[in-house]
């Protein structure tokens, strides 16, 4: 079994930024490509970004391009989203995904199914 847990989340003014955090345990030697989704209130969980093992491909949803920043450092088993230039319709719930099947990085790595691991959320919250 793989752990994740996200922390950072709070609130910020529109213009602000915000470092989500997403700390794995358990079988972490599984962990390969890792993902944010995001899900506000009455809506579907949409995907935000992912990252590949190495760190060397990411993806981002167009909305955050040029934003939002994913990142990881395995030897923390830590997987990194910066949020900058926020604007209220970034209000969510943020989650961490992670694939532990070795699937290779693809387009494919934007869907839900891709994953096999959740963690449970962190709110974000951005005033106008």
């Known amino acids: 079994q793989t752990q994740l847990v996200e922390s950072g989340g709070g609130l910020v003014q529109a213009g602000g930024s915000l470092r989500l955090s997403c700390a794995a345990s358990?079988?972490?030697?599984?962990?390969?490509?890792m993902g944010w989704f995001r899900q506000a209130p009455g809506e579907e969980r949409e995907f935000v970004a992912a990252i590949s093992f190495s760190g060397s491909s990411t993806y981002y949803e167009e909305s955050v391009k040029g934003r939002f920043t994913i990142s990881r450092d395995n030897a923390k088993n830590t997987v990194y989203l910066q949020l900058n230039s926020l604007k209220p319709e970034d209000t969510a719930v943020y989650y961490c995904a992670a694939d532990v099947r070795g699937r290779a990085f693809s387009l494919a790595v934007n869907q839900r199914t891709f994953y096999d691991y959740w963690g449970q959320g962190t709110q974000v919250t951005v005033s106008s």
């Open positions: 358990g079988r972490t030697f599984s962990i390969n490509n």
